[in-house]
């Protein structure tokens, strides 16, 4: 018997700014462009020290296939170019940039001219676009598909499942007409015969938007999902959209689909009509610490401080800062960190939001099996983790945990499983690839 | 100003072990008053003897080994209670203080605390007092003082039951917290509703004791007087719910309750004993890793190795 659905967990939505359209901060004094904000090789700096720069002007190039290039995202001069570490854990050069406050536009920026297919997947890659649902991967390298009759529906993710965050809210509200534009791209360079917008049944007036837009199109349709978290990932969106799974270590095409963040979808619009690569971002600013809550659109490289001052600065102390959402969000150790092309939301959290909760004994109540979204068991997990059987691990299969984070948001002990799981899947990986270099070397 | 960095997910649901616990607590407050009800207040003072002497076992053994002291997470108050709705209102205190430091020292601490314990702490509690005390431990007395013998026994020796009425509101003679069928079920709808436990076990547990003894007995009345005798609904959603030693998929929660359905009816009919449902427990309590092992779940797009 098929399961109907997968499960997951009720998280509080704290949409707070899902009514408040985004506005533009400005131009920020300084910005900082690390050369990876995406999954892939970091890009390469054009430029040097001392050279003057323009909004949109292409300041790095693609280091690899699975890479993007980087454009300025404020106009003036590049101070240095320097080391930073970036939320992976990596050093990666930055190119940091100080403002003239002028926001002069690149004179070259100019709309791509497309003819086919070929011309479609060139303009992603010079967009400098990449998935901006938060994993940040590229979007021209997702979407250079061989065969195309392989795609049976292309899904517009905007289910948006994490709390407080409401960016992709505001892009279905503030620009439906770039996602439909980006959809019909597809239909007519993918050849896409099919396209769903997922949405959470907690944004009804996103659903209502959708469904008005897509009335006049043909291949196009809404699909309403319950408000449950992780409703946005990516297996999970695939399976409550077409009931199609996709197996472990295979890519959603080979279940016939494609997931495409509904920003990114629009930034691809925005980018084919003017010409204006991802030098933007819309992102929420939220959390007890804020005083303003508020969707900000700002220059890439925008140091978080300047944004959360531009919300009116803090009513409490922050004591926890993410980028991102609170389930899945990554904390930050300072408010110097740049806002990157993948940042949706930055959150400031105060002292009662932010408050470590201590761990106790697990009671074996099964609640982070009951709620993992790929039938995984945390608890066991955990338990040959603790014992370091790799073997076991493997065979649990915690290399397919999309880290979502239910097991540890439900469990009643507070026991960190996600990162338990984190940690094994490192271990899983390594053993895996020995194992099949070994069998490899047999042959 | 100095962040806090930690891995995500950086918010957690509100359900705490300590607030479960107080569930389970709340949800045997139904079958605490009946008991008082039924029996009188001498039920309170075994309650509190129980659940004091519980508390204080844990809380010297934590001191005493130096371990950061859990009695704040409830969960010797509930094995506290549980032990007490397994004894008989007439129990001299002493052997019920000595049954929960029976339950909470050598079953529960001994093998590591919360949550480590293979066997239901407050169910060895009461074998261990069954088997030493075996007289205090049958002495049923009713309201009026006069003794008499419990459905089980009596149905075992072929005589004559309460009526079915009387049956489900506990006016009958067993142990304080097992009679009242209907404050057990009040309970048990609190546990489900506030997703304490899950229905698997109980009903696949009463369900078996059910057909079973309408099987063997040849009758539903039979039948019902069977699944509301005895400590079946006390240890159905009580004790055969216990997390540590039950198993934590609903599949092998499911197998679970109709193992220990199986082996109450076996014990009922052709043992020695009139009552199973303890026994029972602790026999599927020692099976329980292996359910497990035969009950994991399927990975969603798992591919087998």
Known sequence: ?443 | MSLIVSTSPHLRSRTDTASIMRDVVIALVPAVIAAVVIFGLRSLLVVAVCVAAAVLTEFLYEKGCKLPVTVGDWSAVVTGVILACNLPVTIPLWQAAFGSIVAILVVKQLFGGLGRNFANPAIVGRIVLFLSFSKTMTAWVFPDAVSTATPLAVMAAGGKLPGLLDMFLGVKGGCLGEVSVLALLIGFVYLLVRQVITWHTPVAFVGTVFVLSWLLGGDVLYALNQIMAGGLMLGAVFMATDYATTPSTNSGRLIFGLGCGILTVLIRQWGSYAEGVSFAILFMNILTPYISKWTRTKPFGGVKA
Do not use: W
Not at chain 1, 118 to 135: E, H, K, P, R
Not at chain 1, 136 to 160: D, H
Not at chain 1, 243 to 257: H, I, M, Q
């Open chain 1, 1 to 443: 018997m098929a399961q109907r659905k997968l499960h997951g967990v009720h998280v509080p939505h704290r949409k707070h700014t899902a009514d408040l359209a985004a506005v533009d901060m400005g131009c920020p004094a300084m910005v900082t462009i690390p050369m990876s904000m995406h999954i892939g090789a970091p890009a390469k700096p054009l430029v040097k020290a001392g050279d003057t720069v323009t909004v949109g002007q292409r300041i790095a190039e693609v280091g690899g296939f699975v890479s993007s290039p980087v454009h300025a995202s404020v106009s003036g001069k590049v101070k240095r170019i320097e080391d930073v570490l970036i939320s992976s854990g990596r050093k990666v050069p930055a190119i940091v940039i100080e403002s003239d406050g002028l926001m002069t536009r690149c004179p070259d920026l100019k709309p791509p001219v497309i003819e086919n297919q070929a011309d479609f997947l060139q303009a992603l890659t010079d967009s400098g676009i990449v998935g901006l649902g938060g994993a940040g991967f590229p979007t021209q390298v997702k979407l250079t598909v061989k065969n195309l009759s392989q795609i049976e529906a292309v899904i517009v993710n905007g289910a948006e499942c994490e709390p407080y965050i409401t960016s992709d809210t505001r892009t279905m509200l503030d620009n439906p007409k770039l996602v439909l534009e980006g959809a019909r791209l597809l239909q007519k360079y993918l050849e896409v015969k099919r396209i769903i917008f997922a949405i959470e049944d907690n944004k009804p007036q996103c659903i209502a938007k959708m469904q008005e837009m897509c009335r006049q199109e043909t291949g196009m349709e809404v699909a309403s999902l319950p408000a449950m978290y992780p409703q946005g990932g990516e297996k999970v969106l695939i399976y409550h959209t077409i009931g199609r799974v996709v197996p472990e270590g295979k890519l959603p095409l080979d279940a016939g689909a494609i997931v495409i963040n509904v920003t990114t979808l629009a930034s691809i619009a925005r980018y084919v009509r003017y010409g204006i690569p991802l030098v933007k971002k819309c992102v929420t600013v939220d959390g007890g610490a804020v005083k303003t809550p508020k969707n900000v659109i700002a220059p890439i490289g925008t140091p978080m401080a300047d944004v959360f001052a531009f919300c009116d600065g803090f009513v409490k102390e922050p004591k926890k800062v993410l980028y991102g959402g609170p389930m899945m969000g990554i904390a930050v150790p300072d408010l110097n960190q740049p806002i990157l092309k993948n940042t949706n939301a930055i959150l400031a959290l105060d002292e009662e939001e932010a408050k470590l909760p201590p761990t106790t004994a697990c009671i074996k109540c099964g609640r982070c099996i009951a709620h993992c979204p790929l039938n995984l068991m945390p608890a066991e997990i955990e338990a040959a983790y603790e014992r370091q059987d790799v073997e076991a691990l493997a065979e649990l299969k915690v290399n397919i945990c999309m880290e979502c984070g239910c097991c540890s948001f439900i469990c009643p002990a507070r026991r960190p499983l996600v990162q338990t799981n984190k940690l094994a899947k490192a271990q899983v990986m390594a053993y895996l690839k020995a194992k099949q270099a070994k069998e490899a070397a047999k042959k």
